[in-house]
């Protein structure tokens, strides 16, 4: 599976970005959608994931500021993210899988800064 992420980029605090990943390959094995994100000096961390059958979840500190989607027939997974905070700078992860049997997948990392 080949994950291949866009969207990233420098917008001020306050504004809004939207990040896509796409998945190709064997995308029969992919249940799990989501995205992580690290930030310098810090461990990567869960931002949201959506399982393919809609379920969310969000970090406690993106939870009414950023939304993820999945379009399952466009095998893509999107995050909307408003109300941006400079601790919101990070490499964004997109990441997808099957928990349950170990699949995981990761795409190259997009860049989103935000200035204060």
């Known amino acids: 599976v080949q994950l291949q992420a866009s969207g990233g980029g420098l917008v001020q605090a306050g504004g809004s970005l939207r990040l896509s990943c796409a998945a190709s390959?064997?995308?029969?094995?992919?249940?799990?959608m989501g995205w992580y994100r690290q930030a310098p000096g810090k461990e990567r961390e869960l931002v949201s994931v959506?399982?393919?059958?809609?379920?969310?979840s969000y970090a406690d500190s993106v939870k009414g500021r950023f939304t993820i989607s999945r379009d399952n027939a466009k095998n893509t997974v999107y995050l909307q993210m408003n109300s941006l905070k400079y601790e919101d700078t990070a490499v964004y992860y997109c990441?997808?899988?099957?928990?349950?049997?170990?699949?995981?997948?990761w795409g190259k990392g997009t860049q989103v800064t935000v200035s204060s």
């Open positions: 390959g064997r995308i029969f094995s992919i249940n799990v």
């Open positions: 959506i399982t393919s059958g809609g379920s969310t």
């Open positions: 990441n997808a899988g099957d928990p349950e049997v170990g699949i995981d997948y």
